[in-house]
């Protein structure tokens, strides 16, 4: 069954989105890209670029791309599609988040569909209730600025249970949570 999961995303103690990576001493978290088919991001994950795309640019990543699978880029301002090494292909949706899951469903061929971030797409995401499982890092730091991951969802993350809880070096718990099987949510 196809599942739309964030994973391995990092908090601070606090609850700030984090960009650090978030740790792989645990199982679950090195297992991340396992059945990944697609990923979602916001256009900040993609470029800090505010306005038009600068089409000069093609990502932080340059020319190797972590992801071996398509990629949807949630946008404003419309792009071109742009082919990467690896089998990364980069799509550009600029009409909403449920667009923009169906055709990562579509690409995924059956496999999971990951909400790559940033802080406010997950957000969008959990208001939707269409985020099936959540692996995040929380990771021993105060940031006291940024974004926080659980403000302003307005009950979307009633019906989450957490699945696992496990503390691995050097300090970081990683946090499973699933909508849960009663129903709720």
Not at 3 to 31: C, E, K, P
Not at 127 to 144: G, K, N, T, W, Y
């Amino acid at each position: 069954m196809q599942t739309v999961r964030v994973h391995n995303f990092a908090i601070s103690l606090d609850g700030y989105a984090t960009t650090l990576n978030g740790s792989r001493h645990h199982d679950f978290a090195a297992a991340g890209d396992t059945n990944i088919g697609a990923t979602i991001m916001g256009g900040n994950m993609f470029a800090e670029i505010h306005g038009e795309w600068d089409e000069r640019w093609n990502a932080w990543w340059g020319d190797a791309p972590p992801y071996q699978h398509p990629v949807f880029v949630l946008t404003h301002h419309p792009r071109e599609s742009i082919e990467m090494s690896g089998g990364t292909t980069v799509h550009f949706v600029s009409d909403g988040i449920e667009a923009a899951l169906e055709q990562a469903c579509d690409a995924a061929n059956g496999a999971d569909v990951r909400i790559g971030g940033g802080a406010s797409t997950i957000q969008q995401y959990l208001r939707a209730q269409l985020v099936d499982e959540m692996h995040f890092v929380i990771l021993p730091m105060l940031i006291a600025a940024g974004q926080r991951l659980f403000d302003n969802l307005h009950g979307a993350i009633a019906g989450y249970e957490c699945v696992e809880l496990v503390a691995s070096p050097p300090g970081v718990v990683h946090v499973r949570i699933a909508r849960s099987p009663t129903g709720g949510g």
